[in-house]
């Protein structure tokens, strides 16, 4: 069965930097394209970023130019490189991927911005 586990989340100044990662199972990760979103508080959960097999990747406006993602075909592992942190940034962010016709999702993990 397919498992996503993510790490990496925590509390972060404005301006700061954190990076999270992404442990996949399950699947033949490499071929798979593999998404982050973000949902934060009353809000509906966005897609943030996504990168194919290919390892073309795309990015929600708000965080173009500060937030990169990556991914280790080698390891299974998804990675989030999130910078010039802002307080809007503030969020529980879901490693996800589709999966014969499925979506499946980690548990999350918190990212707070804040002086």
């Known amino acids: 069965q397919v498992r996503l586990v993510e790490s990496g989340g925590g509390l972060a100044q404005p301006g700061g930097s954190l990076r999270l990662s992404c442990a996949a199972s399950?699947?033949?990760?490499?071929?798979?394209?593999m998404n982050w979103y973000r949902q934060a508080p009353g809000k509906e959960r966005e897609l943030v970023a996504s990168i194919a097999s290919s390892g073309a990747s795309n990015y929600t406006d708000p965080v173009k130019g500060r937030f990169t993602i990556s991914r280790d075909n080698a390891w299974n592992r998804l990675y989030l490189q999130a910078s010039s942190l802002k307080p809007e940034d503030t969020a529980v962010y879901y490693c996800?991927?589709?999966?014969?016709?499925?979506?499946?999702w980690g548990q999350g993990t918190q990212v707070t911005v804040s002086s």
């Open positions: 996800n991927t589709r999966y014969k016709g499925r979506n499946y």
């Open positions: 399950g699947l033949n990760f490499r071929i798979h394209t």
